[in-house]
């Protein structure tokens, strides 16, 4: 996934960031509302993280300022506030979930996916494909049965793949998921990753189908692989 973490904080911010990250995960980080607007006018996101004290504003201003573009971002709202009230107003506003600070990095991890799951329609942490199992909570890849050794950057684009089977997605809708703005790499590094896991997947169902000047489209294909 690729996510924005709206935080002041640096140090919460950074210790979130190298927490996703380990998990495969890209992570771009604002500390004010000006700079989230920023990132959002420029790049999609899956999942935001966002603080609601911050230098700037509220960040209810800011969420409220998402849903009313009837945008369907994923966001998790972060709070030091205890009270029931300041819950259900983050809720009302449109967050998907909330968390309050202090926190415990596992619990903000498995908030993350399962709003992530909610968004794409999973109801649990696996996804299957044939003979494919990925466990988006350990992190752990298997293919019929046989533990599966990815980078995690080629557990990403799976996780990608997997959860939009059958759609077509473009290379760079791809790239922006799997590499942040601080990333120099060029759009090719898809095509690099692509063959990476096609390589390393020996699976007999899971075909990764390119289109030419489309994209890359994933889905069960019959007992034949074609490359």
């Not at 909570?137 to 799976?158: F, K, Y």
């Amino acid at each position: 996934m690729r996510l924005l973490i709206v935080e002041d904080a640096e140090d919460v911010s950074d210790a979130i960031a190298e927490n996703l990250s380990r998990q495969g995960h890209v992570c771009d980080k604002a500390r004010t509302l000006a700079d989230a607007r920023q990132f959002l006018a420029v790049q999609p996101f899956d999942l935001m993280v966002l603080d609601i004290n911050l230098p700037d504003g509220s960040g209810y201003d800011l969420l409220k300022e998402i849903r009313a573009r009837g945008e369907a971002l994923a966001v998790l709202m972060l709070t030091a506030r205890l009270g029931v009230d300041d819950r259900v107003d983050a809720l009302d506003a449109g967050a998907d979930d909330y968390l309050v600070k202090p926190f415990d990095f596992r619990e903000l991890e498995a908030r993350l996916r399962a709003v992530a799951r909610r968004r794409h329609g999973e109801t649990d942490a696996v996804l299957e494909a044939g003979d494919i199992c990925f466990n988006t909570a350990t992190r752990r890849v298997t293919v019929a049965g046989t533990p599966c050794d990815l980078t995690r950057r080629e557990q990403s684009l799976l996780e990608i793949l997997l959860s939009s089977r059958g759609r077509v997605i473009a290379k760079e809708e791809l790239h922006s998921r799997l590499f942040g703005l601080e990333d120099e790499v060029g759009l090719n590094a898809v095509e690099l990753y692509i063959a990476r896991l096609r390589k390393k997947l020996p699976s007999t169902s899971l075909e990764i189908r390119t289109l030419r000047g489309l994209g890359y489209q994933a889905f069960v294909a019959g007992p034949a692989r074609h490359a």
